[in-house]
């Protein structure tokens, strides 16, 4: 008979402690263990040097590289000064082997003067295309090798592959040839062709009129992109319905009433006798890969249109 206060299991308590219980309690005590170890391991940090703790945790040799460093400093240093003598001779070259034209280099042509503070291409505004406002920092490539200088009207700065550009646009209308401007999508076409219109008002007094026909989708977008970068132009967004167009041509016959007209492939063509009347300096289709019959009556018609150059 069991004694008073005893505690008798009963049948089955026994095996109270399964195999999930036990597990738990081994799992608490491996985690104090791990625990232990890793504040002993920190308070033995503690006592060692910079260079041990790197030793052990990345097995980096700290020592030993700052060393090597200091031994190899004494030959680095004679080699960066045969160097440097090196490329002042080649700069020398290069500065004497430059043409000179009417009695100056090329590169001093090009160069802003020293104390000029007025610099346009390092002017800023306001946010106008992400990939148009930085300028490039590709090695081994100067401002100095361009022959057109950034227009005063310009507000912005162009990155150096769009300087180059507007080098080729600006020697294309030299010659007196029409071009096709086939840049990727991003790169800033809208901007490189603003900026040929720009150069040929403040280099050569030509302000137009101008011809812009574009995609009815993105004719705001060329409308919001002169007025960013180039707001001196006098732009004529040409749309709406026949009463609104006629309107907009109230005058447009006089000289200067405006420089630059934006319109739609849909709109000239209801139009087009309107625009055959006028002689255009610049017709400047874009997106005109969307014509994809150069035999269609559209595409004979904006041939037929009196333009001195066409730029696509």
């Given at each position: 008979?069991?004694?008073?206060?005893m505690?008798?299991?009963?049948?089955?308590?026994?095996?109270a402690?399964d195999?999930?219980t036990?597990?738990?309690?081994?799992?608490?005590?491996?985690?104090?263990e791990?625990?232990?170890?890793?504040?002993?391991?920190?308070?033995?940090?503690?006592?060692?040097?910079?260079?041990?703790v790197?030793r052990?945790?990345?097995?980096?040799?700290y020592?030993?590289?700052?060393?090597?460093?200091?031994?190899?400093?004494g030959?680095?240093?004679?080699?960066s000064?045969?160097?440097?003598?090196?490329?002042?001779?080649?700069?020398?070259?290069?500065?004497?082997?430059?043409?000179?034209v009417?009695?100056?280099?090329?590169?001093?042509?090009?160069?802003t003067?020293?104390?000029?503070?007025?610099?346009?291409?390092?002017?800023?505004?306001?946010?106008?295309?992400?990939?148009?406002?930085?300028?490039?920092t590709?090695?081994?490539?100067s401002?100095?090798?361009?022959?057109?200088?950034?227009?005063?009207?310009?507000?912005?700065?162009?990155?150096?592959?769009?300087?180059?550009?507007?080098?080729?646009?600006?020697?294309?209308?030299?010659?007196?040839?029409?071009?096709?401007?086939?840049?990727?999508?991003?790169?800033?076409?809208?901007?490189?062709?603003?900026?040929?219109?720009?150069?040929?008002?403040?280099?050569?007094?030509?302000?137009?009129?101008?011809?812009?026909?574009?995609?009815?989708?993105?004719?705001?977008?060329?409308?919001?992109?002169?007025?960013?970068?180039?707001?001196?132009?006098k732009?004529?967004?040409?749309?709406?319905?026949?009463?609104?167009?006629?309107?907009?041509?109230?005058g447009?016959?006089?000289?200067?009433?405006?420089?630059?007209?934006?319109?739609?492939?849909?709109?000239?063509?209801?139009?087009?006798?309107?625009?055959?009347?006028?002689?255009?300096?610049?017709?400047?289709?874009d997106e005109?890969?969307?014509?994809?019959?150069?035999?269609?009556?559209?595409?004979?018609?904006?041939?037929?249109?009196?333009?001195?150059?066409?730029?696509?």
């Amino acid at each position: 008979m069991a004694d008073v206060g005893m505690y008798v299991p009963k049948e089955g308590d026994a095996d109270a402690d399964d195999e999930s219980t036990m597990a738990a309690a081994e799992a608490e005590e491996e985690e104090g263990e791990r625990e232990r170890e890793e504040m002993e391991g920190l308070e033995g940090d503690l006592e060692m040097s910079v260079e041990d703790v790197l030793r052990k945790y990345y097995g980096m040799n700290y020592g030993d590289e700052e060393g090597q460093e200091e031994d190899d400093g004494g030959e680095s240093g004679e080699d960066s000064e045969n160097v440097g003598a090196d490329n002042e001779d080649v700069d020398e070259g290069r500065q004497s082997a430059a043409p000179a034209v009417n009695g100056y280099h090329h590169d001093d042509a090009l160069s802003t003067p020293q104390g000029d503070s007025t610099d346009t291409d390092s002017m800023e505004i306001g946010n106008p295309e992400t990939t148009t406002r930085e300028t490039s920092t590709t090695p081994g490539l100067s401002s100095s090798h361009h022959r057109t200088p950034v227009p005063f009207l310009l507000r912005g700065t162009l990155r150096e592959y769009q300087r180059d550009g507007l080098d080729w646009l600006a020697n294309l209308y030299e010659k007196n040839l029409n071009g096709i401007l086939a840049d990727e999508m991003g790169l800033g076409k809208t901007i490189q062709t603003i900026a040929l219109l720009a150069h040929l008002a403040c280099s050569k007094g030509i302000w137009g009129p101008h011809l812009i026909i574009v995609p009815t989708s993105v004719m705001l977008n060329w409308d919001r992109e002169f007025k960013t970068w180039c707001p001196a132009f006098k732009l004529l967004t040409y749309y709406g319905t026949q009463q609104e167009r006629q309107q907009k041509r109230q005058g447009w016959n006089k000289k200067n009433t405006f420089h630059v007209v934006i319109t739609s492939y849909q709109v000239v063509l209801k139009d087009q006798q309107m625009f055959r009347r006028k002689r255009w300096e610049y017709l400047i289709l874009d997106e005109a890969h969307h014509i994809k019959n150069f035999k269609s009556l559209r595409w004979r018609t904006l041939l037929g249109f009196n333009s001195g150059r066409r730029l696509l």
